[in-house]
């Protein structure tokens, strides 16, 4: 969870640096585009941030005291530890 956060977060973050500086943040002496290209990748890298999110809703629903209808009745779905090993791990 920690990752997802912080990739994102990486990459919002030095698009705004972009946006404030500018058109002069393309050019190569400011250093944007390198650091852009890494905060890119990283999301996808090391099995993904969508993937860990699939991963982290299939747990959710896997579980026999999820409530199907929680998000209409505006009920708080907490993710536990113990969502992580409901069938999400390949044996």
Same mark, same amino acid.
Do not use: W
């Given at each position: 969870?920690?990752?997802?956060?912080?990739?994102?977060?990486?990459?919002?973050?030095?698009?705004?640096?972009?946006? $404030?500086?500018?058109?002069?943040?393309?050019?190569?002496?400011?250093? /944007?585009?390198? $650091? &852009?290209?890494?905060?890119?990748? &990283?999301?996808?890298? @090391?099995?993904?941030?969508?993937?860990?999110?699939?991963?982290?809703?299939?747990?959710? &629903?896997? @579980?026999?005291?999820?409530?199907?209808?929680?998000?209409?009745? @505006?009920?708080?779905?907490? /993710?536990?530890?113990?969502?992580?090993?409901?069938?999400?791990?390949?044996?």
């Amino acid at each position: 969870m920690d990752k997802i956060q912080v990739t994102e977060m990486m990459f919002d973050c030095v698009y705004k640096c972009m946006q $404030i500086v500018g058109v002069n943040s393309l050019e190569t002496q400011a250093g /944007f585009g390198k $650091i &852009l290209r890494e905060a890119a990748v &990283l999301p996808i890298y @090391d099995g993904g941030n969508m993937g860990m999110q699939r991963r982290r809703v299939h747990g959710i &629903l896997a @579980d026999p005291q999820f409530n199907p209808r929680a998000l209409m009745e @505006d009920e708080y779905v907490k /993710f536990e530890k113990r969502h992580e090993a409901i069938d999400t791990v390949v044996a």
